[in-house]
């Protein structure tokens, strides 16, 4: 699954440095994530950074957009062109 900022976002700007896909951007009130570049971190970390960053735990999955693991590392591979 792709993960998403909720409401809860209070703009602190740390998660969207940390992202390796450049999914996450500045939305009109709160940062957003682009799912078509989410990969939850797979392929580059064990786990999500934005998530492991985010002082208000405000990422979670996203259920509108699921993807098992191995979407997860084609989506990876589609991004950087990558063999992992």
């Known amino acids: 699954m ?5 409401q809860d976002c209070i703009n602190c700007d740390v998660c969207e440095p940390e992202c390796p896909n450049q999914a996450i951007f500045q939305g009109i009130e709160i940062y ?3 799912p078509s570049r989410c990969t939850e971190c797979v392929g580059h ?4 950074q934005c998530v492991e960053i985010c002082p208000v735990n405000c990422i979670p999955l996203d259920p509108d957009h ?8 084609d989506k990876y591979r589609r991004l950087t062109g990558g063999s992992s």
Request: glycine share 0%; net charge negative.
């Open 2 to 6: 792709s993960l998403k900022i909720t």
């Open 32 to 34: 957003q994530i682009d």
């Open 45 to 48: 970390f064990e786990q999500p």
């Open 66 to 73: 699921a993807e098992t693991p191995e979407q997860l590392r």
